[in-house]
């Protein structure tokens, strides 16, 4: 019997929310004899639904809840009308009450969240919902800066591209690592990005609305080798080093050590996953000076070592 997934569609849903990791699913079918069967689901008679982007998706009538073995719930603009209708609020809970598996893409999170299913869990939204998220559901444990997360039979993702994550993590989950693997390649995206990897570039991250240390960023970016001590970077900057320290923090909300490891990481990451030098290599011009505190930097920031990034490339 193969594996169902439902994808709950609403009025002004995201239409690459549902159709990247339907895709992923589809192409896995291939590779594995049929093995998902899906199907597009919404609370409302059988017919035409409206994406935010204004093109309609065909969608079925919600089904009985015994019929899923695996929901995914779209996010788009529509999530906050589709969080307070009753019935769309009750499927998803029958769903996740006769044990499907329950999973969201983008803003999607926001409706699983509203009920209850994700109160004492972990789990991720997209970066634009973190505030609204944080604010309506403080018991949720909100991991903001996440690509997805994996709570027992929940799993939430970050927006569009992370949902194709999401999927390939679950076909992982479902049919092993080599079918997930050859589905990115078909797909022409990577195989495939830790759970733990940042929804942002660090420099995008720290470059705030006034922008005042991006020139001093650019310059750390482009000299990774060198050491950049405080002192160092606050001659850079022309300010006194406890003025700077003070200065950075507030604006980039990272110290400047830890801005720097997040530039080193972001850039170690980059060259592994290009294959392009050995991890004793990276480590060197990245300025980690030695490969073990390089893997000590990348367990903390991104949850892997380097060596399983180099095994993905």
């Not at 929310?17 to 998902?36: I, K, M, N, T």
């Not at 970016?221 to 970077?233: A, G, I, M, S, T």
């Not at 022309?238 to 830890?258: I, N």
């Amino acid at each position: 019997m193969p594996h169902r997934i439902a994808v709950l569609v609403f009025p002004d849903f995201q239409l690459l929310d549902a159709a990247g990791p339907l895709a992923a699913f589809e192409v896995a079918s291939r590779y594995r004899d049929g093995h998902y069967a899906l199907s597009v689901v919404a609370a409302q008679p059988p017919g035409l639904v409206r994406s935010s982007s204004g093109v309609a998706w065909a969608a079925e009538a919600l089904p009985r809840a015994s019929e899923v073995d695996t929901l995914l719930v779209a996010g788009g603009d529509g999530v906050d009308a589709a969080m307070a209708d009753a019935r769309t609020r009750r499927f998803v809970q029958r769903c996740a009450a006769r044990g499907a598996r329950v999973t969201s893409v983008c803003s999607g999170s926001l409706l699983l969240a509203a009920t209850g299913l994700l109160d004492g869990k972990r789990a991720t939204t997209h970066w634009c919902r973190s505030e609204q998220f944080a604010r309506q559901f403080p018991q949720v444990q909100l991991e903001a800066d996440r690509i997805y997360v994996n709570d027992g039979r929940l799993w939430t993702s970050a927006g569009i591209s992370a949902g194709i994550d999401l999927a390939l993590a679950l076909i992982a989950d479902d049919l092993g690592d080599r079918v997930a693997r050859q589905v990115a390649r078909q797909l022409v995206v990577y195989y495939r990005r830790p759970g733990g990897q940042s929804q942002f570039s660090a420099l995008i991250e720290m470059d705030r609305s006034r922008g005042r240390f991006k020139p001093l960023l650019d310059h750390v970016r482009r000299h990774l080798r060198e050491p950049h001590r405080v002192d160092d970077l606050a001659e850079h900057a022309c300010m006194s080093p406890r003025h700077f320290a003070r200065a950075f923090q507030a604006e980039t909300g990272l110290t400047p050590a830890k801005a720097v490891e997040k530039l080193r990481v972001e850039a170690a990451r980059a060259a592994l996953e290009s294959g392009a030098a050995s991890v004793q290599r990276v480590a060197a011009d990245c300025g980690f000076g030695d490969p073990e505190r390089m893997r000590r930097s990348f367990q903390r920031l991104l949850g892997v070592p380097p060596s399983t990034l180099r095994a993905r490339s």
